[in-house]
C-alpha cells in the first residue's frame, strides 16, 4: 500500500535531494507537502505509507531524511506511526502535518517527542522545520558515534590499565617461582653431587645433610606454590573481567568480586591509601560477576583517585559489606575530596568527569548505573567536602543456589583405592608431564594429540579418568567429545575438560550443554587429586 513510485532527484537544477516517508491517505493531500517542498528547493524522493506494515517495512530497507505524517489515517495515525519509529529505534525527525486536530492533541504528540506539529494550508514553516530538524538530528548522530567511540575507548584505557597492573603483579610471584626453582635444582645438584662423591664421611653425617637440605627445599617449594597461587588467583580474576559480553546471571559471591576489583586497582590504591575491608556475613547475590566487578573496579579507582598520592598512612579506602533486608549491601568510602553538592546531581551522568581530559572520560558512574539498574540493584551516594564520600550499592541476595563457578565436589570417603589410570589429553608436554609426577602413583598416560587418544581408545584400552584440554590444534576437546560419543557416549560424558582463558564462543555453548566436568587452568591441585580419588573409589565399588 505505497504511493507512486519515487523518482530520481535531478541535480542539474540546484534542488537538494530529499528522502521523505509521507504518512497520509490522501494523494491531494500528499502532492500539497510535495509541492511545498519542491518550492522550498527540493527535490523529494518520496514512499507514501498508510500502514504501519508498509511503516516498518520501508524504514528498515532504505535509509530516510524526514517522516511527514498526517495525524490520522482509517488505519494508522501519526502517534502509532511515531510509537513504530521509536520501537525500531531510528533516530529520523518526525513532523505531523494535520488540518483536523486541537492544540491538545499538538501538545501531546511534541511532548512524546514528535519534532514539530504543522497545520495543513499553513506551510510556511515546513521547509525550515526540516532543515533544523535535519541538522540536529545530525548532530545527534554525531554525538552518538563519539559516545560509542569513548565507550570503546574507556574500555580500552581500562583493559590497558588492567594489563599494566597485572603484568607487574605477575612479575612478583614469579620471580619467586623462578627464583626457588634454581634454588631447588642447585640443591638436587649439590646432594647428588656429594652422594656420588662419597664426600661424607659418616652415615650420621649425610643424615645431617640431608635433613638440612630438605628444610630449606622445603621452604623454597612452599614459597613457589604460594607464589604460583597468586599467579592463579589473577589470572583468574582477569578471565573474570574479561567477559563484557557475557551477561548471564547466577549467584555471585560478592566478597570474592571485591577481593578481585581490590587487586586489579591495586596499583592506583598502593600509593594513596590503606585499604580497610570489614567483610560481614552475607549470601551470595543475583547478578553477573562480570558486570558485578567492572562495577566496584570503577568505584574502587573512583575512590582511590578522590585521595592525592603519597599519603596512603593517612587515608583509607574502606570496603564493607552486609545485609540489609532482602539486598546484600556493599560499602566502598574514602577519605579523599568528597564531593561538593553543586556538581552531585552530575556525577552519574555519562561523560561528567572533573577530572583533566586523558584522565577521566565520565563514564564510570554512568556505566555502573546502567549495570546495576539492569541487576535489580542501586547505588547511593554520602559525601562531604574534605572529609570524604560512601558509595553504597545495594544487590539483590540471591534466591537460587546455582553459582557462577561449578560448586567443588566434597571428597567422598574411600575405603579401599587402587591406583587409577588416568589418560592426560594435553599439547603442551610440560603440563602433561608435571600431571604425571602430580598424580603418582596413579598411572597417567600423556598424550599430545586427541586423535591419537581416540584411536588407543576405540582400540580398547581403558581409563578411569580422562583429562582433555579443550582448545588444541588439530582436533580440538570439542571434536574429541564429539568422536568418542559415537562410540562411547558415557565415556565421552565422563571427560573432564582442563580450560584455559581463551574459551571461544563455540566452546563455551559447548560447556553449557554438556554434562562434563570442567577444570579451570591453572589447574587447582587438590580438585583435580579429588577427581582422581573419585575415579578410583568409583572404579573399586563397581568393577572390584
Ligand atoms: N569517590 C569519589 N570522591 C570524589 N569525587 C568522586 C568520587 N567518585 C566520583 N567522583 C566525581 O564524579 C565524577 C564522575 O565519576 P565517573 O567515575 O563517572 O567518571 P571519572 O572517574 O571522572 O572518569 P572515568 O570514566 O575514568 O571513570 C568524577 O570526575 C568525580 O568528580
Ligand atoms: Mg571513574
Redesign the pocket.
Known amino acids: 500500500m505505497t504511493g507512486p513510485a519515487s523518482t530520481v532527484p535531478r541535480e542539474k537544477d540546484g534542488r537538494r535531494p530529499l528522502r521523505v516517508v509521507l504518512v497520509e491517505d490522501n494523494p491531494d493531500d500528499a502532492e500539497l507537502v510535495l509541492r511545498e517542498l519542491r518550492l522550498g528547493g527540493y527535490a523529494p524522493v518520496y514512499r507514501r505509507v498508510l500502514t504501519r506494515a508498509t511503516l516498518r517495512e520501508v524504514l528498515s530497507t532504505e535509509k530516510w531524511d524526514v517522516i511527514i505524517s498526517d495525524h490520522s489515517l482509517p488505519d494508522f495515525s501519526a502517534p502509532e506511526a511515531f510509537a513504530l519509529v521509536r520501537e525500531m529505534n531510528i533516530d529520523i525527525p518526525f513532523i505531523i502535518v494535520s488540518g483536523t486536530v486541537g492544540e491538545e492533541v499538538a501538545v501531546e504528540a511534541m511532548r512524546s517527542g514528535v519534532h514539530d506539529f504543522l497545520l495543513k494550508g499553513h506551510f510556511k514553516r515546513l521547509v525550515a522545520a526540516i532543515e533544523r530538524e535535519i541538522r540536529e538530528a545530525a548532530v545527534r548522530a554525531e554525538r552518538r558515534t563519539i559516545r560509542e567511540q569513548l565507550l570503546i575507548s ?1 574500555r580500552m ?1 581500562s583493559m590497558g590499565t588492567l594489563a599494566a597492573g597485572v603484568a607487574h603483579e605477575i612479575n612478583n610471584p614469579l620471580s619467586v617461582v623462578a627464583g626457588n626453582m634454581h634454588v631447588i635444582r642447585k640443591e638436587l645438584e649439590s646432594m647428588s653431587r656429594h652422594l656420588a662423591a662419597g664426600a661424607v664421611a659418616t652415615g650420621g653425617e649425610l643424615l645431617a645433610r640431608l635433613s638440612a637440605s630438605t628444610d630449606s627445599l622445603r621452604e623454597s617449594v612452599r614459597d613457589a606454590e604460594e607464589a604460583s597461587e597468586r599467579v592463579r588467583a589473577i589470572v583468574r580474576d582477569l578471565r573474570v573481567f574479561s567477559r563484557p559480553e557475557d551477561d548471564r546471571r547466577a549467584s555471585v559471591d560478592i566478597h570474592r568480586v571485591l577481593e578481585s576489583a581490590l587487586r586489579m586497582a591495586r596499583n592506583e590504591l598502593r600509593q594513596r591509601a590503606r585499604v580497610v575491608l570489614s567483610f560481614g556475613e552475607v549470601p551470595a547475590v543475583d547478578g553477573n560477576e562480570g558486570r558485578l566487578g567492572q562495577i566496584f573496579l ?2 574502587i ?3 582511590a ?2 585521595i592525592p598520592e603519597g599519603q596512603s598512612r593517612d587515608n583509607t579506602v574502606s570496603v564493607a559489606t552486609r545485609l540489609d533486608g532482602d539486598m546484600v549491601a556493599v560499602e566502598i568510602s ?1 577519605t ?4 561538593p553538592p553543586e ?1 552531585m546531581p552530575r ?2 551522568d555519562a561523560f ?4 583533566p581530559i586523558g ?8 556505566i ?1 548505573h546502567r549495570l546495576l539498574t539492569a541487576m535489580n540493584g542501586r547505588v547511593e551516594v554520602d ?1 562531604s567536602v574534605g572529609v ?2 560512601t ?1 553504597r550499592v545495594f544487590l539483590p541476595r540471591s534466591h537460587s543456589g546455582r553459582t557462577q563457578e561449578v560448586a567443588e565436589p566434597a571428597a567422598a570417603p574411600v575405603a579401599r583405592r587402587r591406583r587409577c589410570s588416568v589418560l592426560v589429553i594435553e599439547d603442551e608436554p610440560a603440563l602433561g608431564r608435571v600431571l604425571g609426577r602430580l598424580l603418582a602413583p596413579n598411572k597417567v598416560t600423556a598424550i599430545l594429540r586427541a586423535r591419537e587418544a581416540l584411536d588407543r581408545m576405540r582400540g580398547g584400552e581403558d581409563f578411569d579418568l580422562v583429562l582433555c584440554d579443550l582448545m588444541m590444534p588439530e582436533m580440538t576437546g570439542m571434536e574429541f567429545h564429539h568422536e568418542l560419543a559415537r562410540t562411547d557416549r558415557a565415556a565421552a560424558d565422563r571427560i573432564v575438560f582442563m580450560t584455559g582463558g581463551a574459551v571461544t564462543a563455540d566452546a563455551r555453548a559447548f560447556l553449557e550443554t554438556v554434562p562434563n566436568v570442567q577444570l579451570d587452568k591453572p589447574l587447582d591441585i587438590p580438585r583435580l587429586r579429588r577427581l582422581v580419588e573419585d575415579a578410583a573409589g568409583g572404579a573399586t565399588q563397581t568393577g572390584g
Request: aromatic share 8%; glycine share 18%; net charge negative.
Open positions: 574507556e584505557a570503577n568505584l579507582v573512583n575512590a583517585h578522590a574514602d579523599g575530596s568528597g564531593i556538581i556525577i552519574f561528567f568527569t572533573t577530572k584522565v577521566g572520560t565520565g563514564l564510570g558512574l554512568a555502573c559525601s570524604g564520600s558509595f
